[in-house]
């Protein structure tokens, strides 16, 4: 959390993040969330069982989950006991407990919905639960994972997870983690996946499709060293979309490899590109997995900065979160500098000529965007995105090469699957710099003015 709980209680007390002020919930700390979900295609019904493991951080008589409007929650339990009460209104569901309880309890919460599962509306357009011509796309970033499922909705809290899914046997489901169970019964199927390492709410996802999956060529066995560092890849796609994946996303192997090299390693067992049978706006990051559109994916190979900044995400948002969105930066300016990196060590322009087309560019634009603070419209604004990534290039030209990237290293060994923030990257550069770096902070993430490119 950003800040300390002050207040007991749910409604009290100031917002966990300004950027959102009525996700997230105080007094508990979410250490497991439990999905059995049942899922009908044709008719876009949900029925779910949610078992939420938590332990309170403060006194607690009740406590609140961001939950849809358009689910129905029927039954609800906290550590086997029926709630006395419970009421959900303006997405959030607070439930009373069976009796007050002190810090440091653990609970096991049960929660039992179902309904039509919409996005949720929001000023960056919709996001969460989103039903494609034939399947689900589930995409939450910032605030859309409670269209899903009952949750602590906020970055700074994360959890492992266990999804299980059912529905049609001719759809494919894939979800977060690992592959732990694939049930057919009758004309359904039961998916199960295994999410261990801790996953913030809004990384949470669900894609079902007429799709099949295929191993990317060149990935290797864990271990093993070659193109794709030993990473299981694979790609979840419609079958008519195979040949375009193949050459689209051919050097996505190498591509792995160089960011190892350039960021350590990577942080989940295994990556998951999905590919839509729908087209899709942009690509969007969950944990372990990118998904994609098929207009990503026509075989003309026009997209491979696309590629190279979802896996990007793997590190900078998806294993290094950020406490709070107004450090937003922290991802997509990493991962639109590792699209310049990728282009530099795959022959492409340098890193320093698109750092150089990226400021021109900028320079011509209103430069009222706080990088380090952009405000909740402006968060996911291309400036940003091209901001954050000349902050890096700017730390880089200050420091050389070599400690920049043993402090990118570092920065995804320290904080491995953790929560940061600015002044969290700020203070470990710091160790890597021979000179003070204030200067440079306030000129390039502290102040909307654009200053020279050095
Ligand atoms: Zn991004």
Redesign the pocket.
């Known amino acids: 959390m950003s800040k300390p709980a002050k207040h007991t209680g749910v409604t009290s007390g100031e917002p966990i993040d300004s950027y959102l002020p009525s996700a997230g919930n105080r007094g508990y700390r979410v250490s497991r969330y439990e999905l059995d979900l049942e899922y009908n295609v044709a008719s876009n019904r949900l029925a779910g069982r949610a078992t939420v493991t938590a332990t309170t951080v403060e006194p607690l008589a009740r406590l609140s989950f961001d939950l849809s409007p358009a689910l129905t929650v029927a039954k609800v339990t906290v550590n086997g006991a029926r709630a006395p009460k419970f009421a959900h209104r303006g997405g959030k569901l607070t439930i009373t407990m069976p009796k007050p309880v002190p810090t440091g309890t653990a609970l096991v919460v049960t929660v039992r919905y179902a309904g039509a599962p919409v996005p949720v509306h929001g000023p960056w357009g919709e996001v969460g639960w989103e039903e494609l011509a034939e399947g689900v796309l589930v995409a939450s970033q910032p605030n859309g994972a409670s269209s899903w499922f009952p949750c602590d909705d906020h970055p700074s809290s994360k959890a492992s997870y266990r999804i299980e899914l059912t529905c049609d046997s001719p759809y494919f489901a894939v979800a977060n983690g690992i592959l732990t169970g694939r049930r057919v019964r009758a004309a359904q199927t039961t998916w199960t996946y295994e999410q261990s390492e801790p996953m913030a709410a809004y990384l949470a996802t669900i894609q079902i499709g007429e799709y099949e999956r295929v191993a990317v060529p060149d990935s290797r066995v864990p271990g093993s060293v070659g193109p794709g560092a030993g990473v299981p890849m694979s790609a979840v796609l419609p079958p008519r979309l195979r040949k375009h994946f193949d050459r689209d996303f051919a050097r996505q192997p190498q591509m792995m490899e160089v960011f190892t090299d350039l960021f350590g390693p990577y942080p989940f067992p295994a990556y998951t590109v999905v590919v839509t049978a729908d087209e899709l706006e942009i690509p969007?990051?969950a944990q372990g997995i990118s998904v994609f559109g098929a207009n990503h994916c026509d075989g003309h190979g026009r997209e491979e900065r696309l590629v190279a900044?979802?896996l990007?995400?793997q590190w900078f948002?998806n294993s290094l979160t950020l406490r709070r969105w107004r450090d937003i930066w922290l991802?997509?300016g990493f991962?639109?500098y590792a699209e310049w990196l990728w282009s530099e060590r795959s022959g492409g322009p340098a890193t320093h000529q698109l750092a150089a087309a990226a400021h021109a560019g900028l320079a011509r634009l209103p430069q009222d965007l706080l990088p380090a603070d952009p405000g909740p419209e402006l968060m996911f604004d291309d400036r940003l995105?091209k901001r954050g990534a000349l902050v890096l290039h700017a730390l880089r030209q200050g420091i050389g090469d070599r400690p920049f990237f043993d402090l990118l290293r570092e920065w995804t060994r320290k904080f491995r699957h953790a929560t940061v923030t600015t002044e969290d990257f700020t203070d470990l550069a710091a160790h890597y710099a021979h000179q003070p770096l204030h200067p440079l902070w306030d000129a390039w993430l502290l102040s909307p003015a654009l200053p020279p490119l050095p």
Do not use: P
């Open positions: 969007i990051e900044h979802e990007a995400h948002g991802h997509e991962a639109c995105y």
